[in-house]
């Protein structure tokens, strides 16, 4: 079976563009999740989706916005990119979205900020 | 405020020597306790998880973690590692006062076992 994936692999914007990006959950899960990678540093809670609707935010700016699909899939969109936005974009999905559930993670969206 | 702490930034050791590595996490309430490694170039993956039951859980390729209720801790051991355990190591909690999937992550681990 897939596993979660994730467009594009590597991204290149400049500072004050928008950017896109997509996550395919594994077939039969309903909840996506998404995650912030800076290097060094753990993933940082994003957004969790479950049935289209969002169930939870961490702290990250308005410029930050998601969406989920009918088929579940989702996209992440960041608007006005700064610099410090450089990092990379991990997409996790699970069967639900309970606490009491795993997550699989994509291979990330490495984003670069110029 | 919840949180997640991973006491070692970088562990560097030679094949076959013993690895622990610590977690603490600050959470009322119930938890749901992970570990995920990320080896060079690759996705994160799961290692092991505790939902409930034994406090000694066993993962994949030899891992176990030990979750002390008490103490606040779910740290990671592997008897004997070997060259191909070299990889990043993330403690993660889910619970406490959120009933979602949120995953709160510790600032990991860098293991690099040396031939």
């Known amino acids: 079976d897939a596993g979660v994936t994730q467009s594009p692999t590597h991204l290149i914007k400049t500072r004050g563009q928008h950017v896109t990006l997509r996550c395919s959950p594994i077939s039969g899960h309903k909840s996506v999740s998404w995650y912030q990678q800076v290097l060094g540093q753990g993933p940082q809670f994003i957004f969790q989706?479950?049935?289209?609707?969002?169930?939870g935010r961490g702290n990250f700016p308005d410029r930050f916005s998601a969406r989920q699909f009918p088929n579940y899939s989702s996209e992440l969109n960041v608007n006005a990119l700064l610099l410090g936005d450089s990092a990379l974009y991990l997409c996790a999905s699970s069967p639900a979205g309970a606490a009491s559930y795993e997550q699989y993670f994509g291979p990330g969206t490495r984003l670069t900020v110029t | 405020a919840q949180s997640v702490s991973q006491h070692n930034h970088h562990v560097i050791l030679s094949e076959a020597a013993s690895l622990e590595l610590g977690c603490n996490y600050s959470?009322?309430?119930?938890?749901?306790l992970f570990w995920y490694v990320q080896y060079p170039g690759q996705h994160l993956q799961l290692l092991l998880k505790?939902?409930?039951?034994?406090?000694l859980v066993k993962g994949i390729k030899g891992f176990e973690a030990e979750f002390i209720k008490s103490k606040f801790s779910f740290n990671l051991r592997k008897p004997s590692v070997q060259w191909s355990d070299t990889a990043e190591y993330f403690c993660a909690v889910t619970g406490g006062t959120d009933s979602w999937g949120k995953l709160q992550f510790g600032a990991g681990t860098q293991v690099v076992v040396t031939p």
């Open positions: 505790y939902f409930s039951g034994d406090p």
């Open positions: 959470y009322g309430g119930t938890v749901n």
């Open positions: 989706y479950y049935e289209k609707e969002e169930r």
